[in-house]
Structure formats: structure tokens, C-alpha cells
């Protein structure tokens, strides 16, 4: 009996002393401290922070067209995206600074000024305007709209390079960083006292072909006259050599020897060869084009001062196609002796 009673007791005896363990026994958080790595689960980065009304990217938009742009343009630029944008480009701003200066950079009033562009690519869409030089040689061109920009300039009384025209891109190739402290410059020349010249071209017509014998067989001209003459009735004396071992090379070797008996040639790399030297003068002057060399040329235009055998000066210009042989002359001559070879 004792020990039935026993038993029970030692059983509840033992749960108390379970349930007495177990309040006793510290707390754990359930967020670590500063400093303290939490033992239930493995650190996890922050997530980022969104915005309640994350911002949307704006689409690029071209640029509005001018007011001037046809209907056509318009509805374009509404209805063709890929159009759009390759007018917007074509809308590129032009600004232009430019300076008109003579030969001593002296500046130049009064020169005429020709503007030429095409705001948009259509018929109507080519634009013209016109200015003068001020007194100190500036000129401008701004608030229009364009790829290129054309500038012909002209005055009376002066000699203008390039014929006169020159052309710059703003929205392909090389653009034009314009600068009005730092004007493009236009350097006229001006006109002097001229003389009367004796010019000559030969052939004598456009539609005429002249060329030069491959073996050497010389070719002799009298520039007073323009014509062919023979061995030692000419002023110029005209060789030419060339070597194709293939018909196919577009590279060969090829040789040209200019003759002035008695006289010379001298190089003239101006524009506007008007004063001759006096010294300098060579005679054969050769052009030797190996086809080894590095800057081998298929057709040459040169122009030479010439002193003539009987003391004159003059000019030449001289083309030439060493393929063929086909060349052609344009001589102007001084008879007075002078070396002033500005025409009239």
C-alpha cells in the first residue's frame, strides 16, 4: 500500500522540478543587438528602399521643326519615328563667324557674302541669305538650321581663292565649332597693275586628245603659238616613260621629263602665280613615280613658272594621265620680259 502511494509521488515530484527548470532560463531576443550576430537566423542584407512612385524614363523627343517646314515635313515627323529623328539631326543650328582679310591681313570692307543652305530635305527647303563684311572684315550667320552651310564671297577688285566658295557641315563629317572670337578667315587677294599675256592651251580644244609615247619619244611645243612643232622648234620639250608588266596593275612605274632648252622651270604651288622668280630655274625637271613609292600618283596636275630661252617669263600648267599618256598645256608668257604675269 505505501508503495503505490510512493510511486505517484515520485512522479509528480520529478515534473515539478522539470517545470521549475525550464521558467528559469534567460530569454533570447528576437532581434540581435548592436554588435551581437543573432543565433536563429543568418544575417540577410537590407533590402533597398523603393519609392512609393518610382520616376519613369523620359523618351528623347527631336527637336520642334522650324516654322518654316513644309506640311509634309510635319505630318512626317508625326507619323515616322525613324524619320523624326533623322530630321532632327538634319535640323542641326548653324552659326557662322567669318573674317574677309587681303594678302597683309589688312581687314576688308564691303565684301559680298552669299549664304546657302537646306533647312529641311525637300524641294522648297533651300535657304539663301546675303551680308557684307563691316569695317573690320567680320561677317555672321546665326539661328538657322541645317547639315551644311555653303559661303561665296567676292569684291570687286581683288582675286579670290577656292573660286570664291567654301563649304562646312554641322551634322555629319566634320562639324564646325563655331566661334566669334575666333572667326573663319577669307584672305582675298588684291588686284594689281596686269600686263598683256600671250596664253596658249594645247590641245586647242577641249573635245582634241593629245598624249606622249610611252617609249621616250619626245614631243616638243611652241607656247607662243599652242602647237605641235618639230625637234627644236619649241620652247617645252615633253619625255615620258612607263613600265606595265601587267595590264591589270593599277600601280606602275612611270617617269615624265619637262625640257626648256636654254631656260628652266621652278615649281609654282600658289594659287595666283603672278610674281616669277628671277633664280631657280631648272632644266630637265624630272617627276620619277616608282610604283614602290608611297605616295604614287595616277595623274598629276603641276604648274610651273617657266623661263623661256630668250629671257621671257611665263606660267605653265600642265595635266597629265601617265596610264594613257594623255596630257594637256595651258601657258601664259610676259613678251615685254617682265616677271609680272598678272593678266590684265
Known sequence: ???????????????????????????????????????????QPEPPKVAANPPVPSTPQP???PPSATALAQNLAKTNPTAATRLALWQAPIE???????????????????????????????RTATSESDLDGLFSLRGQHGPDLMVA?????????????????????????????NPVIFKLLKKGKGESLITSSF???????????????PVELDLYKG????AGGGQLKLEFWRAITNRNANIFDWKCQLT????????????????APESGYQSPLVIDMPATNENWQGETRSRYYIKLPDGKYGRIDFYFLPYNGV?????????????????P
Not at 566658295?165 to 566634320?174: K, L, N, S, T, V
Not at 631656260?263 to 610674281?275: I, K, T
Request: glycine share 10%; proline share 10%; aromatic share 10%.
Open 153 to 181: 564671297i567676292g569684291k570687286e577688285g581683288y582675286y579670290v581663292p577656292h573660286g570664291g566658295q567654301w563649304g562646312y557641315h554641322y551634322a555629319f563629317g566634320d562639324k564646325l565649332s563655331p566661334d566669334p572670337r
Open 96 to 126: 557662322f563667324y567669318g573674317r574677309v582679310v587681303d594678302e597683309s591681313h589688312n581687314a576688308v570692307a564691303g565684301a559680298r557674302v552669299t549664304f546657302h543652305w537646306t533647312e529641311i530635305p525637300a524641294p522648297d527647303g533651300n
Open 260 to 275: 626648256v632648252p636654254g631656260g628652266g622651270l621652278v615649281e609654282a604651288p600658289e594659287e595666283f602665280a603672278f610674281d
Open 63 to 65: 527637336p520642334a521643326l
Open 203 to 217: 590641245p586647242a580644244e577641249r573635245r582634241q586628245i593629245a598624249k606622249l609615247h610611252h617609249d621616250g619619244t
Open 1 to 43: 500500500m505505501r508503495k503505490r502511494i510512493w510511486i505517484p509521488l515520485v512522479v509528480v515530484l520529478t515534473v515539478c522540478l522539470v517545470l521549475l527548470f525550464r521558467t528559469k532560463q534567460p530569454q533570447r531576443s528576437a532581434t540581435s543587438q548592436p554588435g551581437e550576430a543573432s543565433t536563429n537566423q543568418p544575417s
Open 327 to 343: 596630257f594637256a598645256v595651258q601657258s601664259a608668257i610676259n613678251p615685254t620680259g617682265s616677271r609680272n604675269l598678272e593678266p
Open 227 to 230: 602647237a605641235e612643232v618639230p
